[in-house]
C-alpha cells in the first residue's frame, strides 16, 4: 500500500471552480498531466499520482467582499515522489505552488515511513526541565541585549548580572555573529565564569546559548568546538539555514546538548493570511520534527504580535503527545511513534506585568523570554529577573501581581514602569 503526506491548503479566489483547482494540483504536482496518458502508462504512474482528499468552499456571508470566498483543499502526496526530508516535501507540496496566486499552505500530516527518519528533539522540554533540576514552574529566560561591538568584559558583567537575578537560561541575541571582539570560544570561557559565579549566590543551575553561525558546511565543525570548551546549549537561525541543516545537527551524536530555534525570517512567511506557510506549520511541527529542543516565536502580548490563535496551534503542534492524530496519515493500527515535546517560548516585548497572560495561555510548560524587560528594570537588571521570578511565583500560587508586589519591590517597580494588562 502506498504511504502518503497531507498537504492543506487555503486557496482565495473570487471565481474558481476549487474542485477543479485541486484535481490540478494534485495532478500537476505529481505526474504533471494524467488524461492525455496512454491507458498503459496511466496504470504504471498511478502510485505517482496525488490525490484530492477533500474541498471545503467557503462562500462570503451577505454584505462580505467576494474576494473573501476561499477553500480549503486537502491533497495527498505518494511518498514514492520524494526523499526523506523536509526539503524535498517542501518542494514538492508546496514549491511551484506558493507562487500560483492566493493560496497558503495551512497544515502537514506525515506517513508513518516518513516520520521514521526524524528522531525528534534530542532532548525536549523534559530533558532540559532535567538538565537544570527544575519540574514544577515555566522557566525563565533572558537575552544579551546588547552585543554588537562590546568586549568580552563587558559581556561578563552583563552575563553575570542576568544570571543573579534569577534567570535559567541566558541566549546569545541572534544577530552576534563570530568576531574578533567575542570570538565562539571566549565568549562560552567568560560567560560560563559569570555562570558559575552567579550559581554560588544563587543555587540555580543555568544554561548559555551561544549563537552557531557561519558556513553551512562548518556549522557541526562549530558546534562540536563549542561543545568542547563546555557550551551547554545552542541558539540557531534555522529558517536562514534550512530545515534540513537543523536535522543535520540535532541528528549528529557528537552533538549532546540542547538547539534553541530562532524564528528570524518568519515574518517572511507566516503573517500574510493568503500567501507563505502558517506559523504551526513553520514554527511548530517542522521545527518539532528537524529536532529544535526550545522554539522561540513571537509572542501575542508583546511588541512583535502574533495572534493568539496561532500562538495555540504552535503551542500544540510542539507539545501534543496525539501524533497519531496530529502529525501521522493513515497510520497503520500497529505503528507506534515518539517525538519529544520541543518547550515553546512566546518572545518579544515581554514584561513582567505579562506573566499571568502567558502562564494562562500556557501553563508551567513554557519559558517566559525577556530582553528589555530585564535589563531595561529601573533598579537594575538583577531587579529584572527577580522581578519576573517574583511575578511566576505570585501567578503559581493565585496572588495578583499587584498584592504580591506590596512585599516585593522589584516586581512594584516594575508594574510602576510598565504596567499590567487591563
Keep these: 500500500m502506498n504511504a502518503y503526506c497531507l498537504a492543506t491548503y487555503r ?11 485541486a484535481t490540478s494540483i494534485a495532478v500537476g504536482l505529481t505526474v ?3 488524461t492525455e496518458l496512454p491507458e ?29 470566498r476561499y477553500a480549503d483543499i486537502t491533497i495527498a502526496y505518494p511518498d514514492v515522489n520524494f526523499s526523506q526530508d523536509i526539503p524535498a516535501l517542501l518542494v514538492t507540496v508546496f514549491g511551484k505552488l506558493s507562487m500560483d496566486g492566493k493560496i497558503k499552505l495551512i497544515d502537514l500530516s506525515f506517513s508513518s515511513d516518513f516520520l521514521s527518519a526524524f528522531s525528534g528533539p534530542k532532548f525536549g522540554m523534559q530533558g532540559v526541565r532535567e538538565l537544570l533540576g527544575v519540574h514544577d514552574r515555566p522557566l525563565l529566560m533572558s537575552i544579551f541585549k546588547s552585543v554588537v561591538g562590546y568586549e568580552l568584559p563587558a559581556l561578563h558583567e552583563q552575563f553575570y548580572l542576568q544570571a543573579a537575578g534569577g534567570v535559567d537560561l541566558i541566549k546569545d541575541d541572534e544577530i552576534l555573529f563570530e568576531n574578533p571582539l567575542t570570538p565562539l570560544e571566549k565568549r562560552i570561557e567568560i560567560c560560563l565564569e559569570a555562570a558559575a559565579q552567579a550559581t554560588k549566590e544563587t543555587g540555580q543551575k543555568l544554561l548559555y546559548a551561544v549563537n552557531l553561525t557561519g558556513p553551512t558546511s562548518k556549522l557541526a565543525a562549530q558546534a562540536k568546538k563549542a561543545i568542547g570548551v563546555g557550551a551547554n546549549a545552542l541558539l540557531f537561525n534555522v529558517l536562514a539555514y534550512g530545515f534540513d541543516t537543523l536535522h543535520e545537527l540535532s541528528s549528529d551524536p557528537e552533538i549532546t546538548i540542547p538547539i534553541m530555534a530562532h524564528p528570524a525570517m518568519a515574518g517572511a512567511t507566516y503573517p500574510s493570511p493568503h500567501y507563505g506557510i502558517s506559523a504551526s506549520v513553520l514554527l511548530g511541527k517542522l521545527m518539532r520534527l528537524a529536532g529544535a529542543d526550545l522554539v522561540l516565536f513571537p509572542s ?45 517560548v512566546p518572545s518579544a516585548g515581554i ?24 535589563h531595561g528594570h529601573p533598579l537594575g537588571t538583577i531587579a529584572g529577573g527577580q522581578a519576573f521570578r517574583q511575578a511566576i511565583d505570585a501567578t503559581i500560587q493565585g496572588i495578583t501581581l499587584q498584592d504580591y508586589a506590596r512585599t516585593h519591590p522589584e516586581l512594584q517597580s516594575a508594574i510602576d514602569t510598565w504596567g499590567t494588562p487591563e
Design 11 to 21: 486557496s482565495f479566489d473570487e471565481k474558481a471552480d476549487f474542485h477543479k483547482k
Design 32 to 34: 504533471g498531466s494524467w
Design 40 to 68: 498503459a502508462q496511466k496504470a504504471q504512474m498511478e502510485k505517482h499520482l496525488g490525490k484530492v482528499i477533500s474541498v471545503e468552499v467557503h462562500e462570503p456571508a451577505q454584505g462580505e467582499p467576494i474576494s473573501n
Design 300 to 344: 501575542p502580548y508583546g511588541s512583535v504580535v502574533m495572534p493568539r490563535e496561532e500562538n495555540m496551534a504552535i503551542k500544540h503542534a510542539l507539545l501534543t503527545d496525539d501524533l497519531r492524530k496530529d502529525y501521522i496519515y493513515n497510520a497503520p493500527a500497529d505503528v507506534q511513534l515518539e517525538l519529544a515535546s520541543s518547550f515553546p
Design 351 to 374: 514584561h513582567p506585568g505579562l506573566v499571568p497572560l502567558i502562564l494562562r495561555d500556557f501553563g508551567k510548560d513554557v519559558i517566559v523570554n525577556a530582553g528589555g524587560g530585564i
